[in-house]
DNA sequence: AAGCTGACGAATG
DNA sequence: ACATTCGCCAGCT
């Protein structure tokens, strides 16, 4: 039997719509895990692209990349991010303008009609 | 068993 | 914007 809540943190980050991003603590919390934003990052780390998850659409609550700047992880995060059209300015972004907001988004379809 | 280490977060100075 | 402190807890010494 698969690890359940590992499952749920693996779907979650599958919704990260390309061109937006989340944090790790807002994964978390989507995934029913509050406060787990740790767990997150461990489960992140031991996937390793087994399961083709759009890892680089996760970031730090403050918008920074996870990484160090300047490392290799951190070149490949941005240039993932920079070919979906977010814009990654030194090692950072702006988490106001491309924050994932499911349901807020939602409510702005709905009004549409 | 006890301590440390994290792809973290929020609050505080 | 940066550093510190504390909360968090699965996995490794």
Redesign the pocket.
């Known amino acids: 039997m698969p690890?359940q809540t590992k499952i749920q943190i693996y779907h979650t980050i599958n919704l990260i719509p390309a061109g937006k991003v989340a944090?790790?603590?807002?994964i978390?919390d989507l995934a029913g895990l509050p406060?787990?934003?740790?767990?997150?990052?461990?489960y992140?780390?031991q996937?390793?692209d087994a399961a083709a998850l759009p890892?680089?659409r996760?970031?730090?609550?403050?918008g920074r990349i996870?990484?160090p700047p300047g490392s290799d992880?951190a070149i490949e995060?941005s240039a993932c991010l920079m070919s979906e059209g977010v814009v990654v300015k030194q090692n950072?972004v702006a988490m106001r303008t491309f924050q994932w907001q499911p349901e807020l988004t939602d409510l702005l379809y709905r009004l549409k009609y």
């Open positions: 690890d944090s790790y603590g807002q978390a406060g787990r934003a740790r767990l997150v990052g461990h992140l780390k996937s390793d890892w680089y996760v970031l730090k609550s403050n996870a990484f992880k995060q950072h």
